[in-house]
């Protein structure tokens, strides 16, 4: 990770468009009345806010300050993300924990997360236990009115870089285990962000027990399956109603593209929702 090290230093020392048509009969540009049932802004990587229809945010791995592809006013200005009812994050790595601890802080927002990444948080002082929440894969959480979080494998690492204030150099310290969430909504829809995520045989069972609608899915590579290897997960293990293709376009190191994907999906019957960074959709 030094490419993402490197570009997102100002990340770390926190630590211490246009619309595109659909084609697709599930997904539509966000209506401005009351008539979305969910909304799903695309921040960049894999960073999303999804408002519930009961009207509550969900922030999931915003990295935004220190974000290439993050979308305008984001980058400058956490604020104008608006209020913040729940954020989680998947695992420690600068691209995923980014803004997180600092959102918390500003919205007085619990910060739910892999039990041995909140850990050292706390322990290092960037984050106040009450703030806090630990969990692990399997475990469920209700963090909200009507909505229910269940932590999910992912076959990924998880590293946490702090600058140490005293000695003003980056450290890092273990992390545990990067992990992916089922998040259900008030009106029953599933959404299943894979976090980073490799390939793994799992995925059936986790489609079989939680039934997700809506995939979150990685496709860049190196660091997480690339589109062939994501293609494979979606149409035969998988087969969610729709897949949003995520964690591309902003890592030279993490060369997969849409239309890899696409391609990769073509006679599939599940639906490919490509978004643009800074994109809303409603479901």
């Not at 630590?15 to 695309?42: C, N, R």
């Not at 300050?65 to 984001?74: E, F, M």
């Not at 029953?188 to 997700?212: C, Q, S, V």
Request: net charge neutral; with cysteine.
């Amino acid at each position: 990770m030094n490419w993402l090290h490197s570009i997102g230093l100002k990340a770390c020392v926190v630590l211490g468009l246009t619309a595109i048509s659909m084609h697709s009969s599930f997904a539509q540009q966000a209506p401005k009345s009351s008539e979305a049932k969910t909304e799903v802004l695309w921040l960049g990587q894999a960073g999303f806010r999804i408002k519930t229809p009961g009207g509550q945010n969900i922030v999931i791995d915003p990295w935004l300050t220190g974000g290439p592809k993050t979308p305008a006013p984001y980058k400058t200005d956490i604020v104008a993300l608006g209020k913040v009812d729940l954020l989680l994050v998947t695992h420690a790595h600068v691209d995923h924990i980014g803004d997180a601890p600092a959102l918390a802080k500003l919205h007085k927002t619990v910060l739910y997360g892999p039990a041995d990444m909140i850990t050292p948080l706390i322990t290092l002082g960037v984050m106040p236990a009450e703030l806090t929440h630990r969990f692990n894969k399997t475990g469920s959480v209700k963090p909200l009115p009507g909505i229910k979080v269940t932590a999910v494998q992912a076959e990924h690492s998880s590293l946490l870089v702090w600058k140490n204030p005293a000695t003003e150099k980056l450290e890092s310290h273990p992390a545990g285990e990067a992990v992916g969430y089922i998040i259900e909504l008030e009106n029953g829809f599933k959404i299943w962000h894979m976090g980073d995520t490799g390939l793994f045989g799992d995925m059936k069972f986790i489609t079989e027990r939680y039934k997700p609608d809506l995939v979150l899915m990685p496709i860049g590579g190196n660091f997480t399956m690339d589109p062939e290897d994501a293609a494979f997960a979606a149409r035969n293990w998988i087969k969610p109603k729709m897949v949003i293709p995520i964690h591309y376009n902003s890592n030279p190191l993490a060369k997969g593209t849409l239309e890899e994907f696409q391609n990769a999906m073509k006679g599939s019957k599940v639906k490919v929702v490509p978004m643009t960074e800074g994109q809303t959709l409603a479901f």
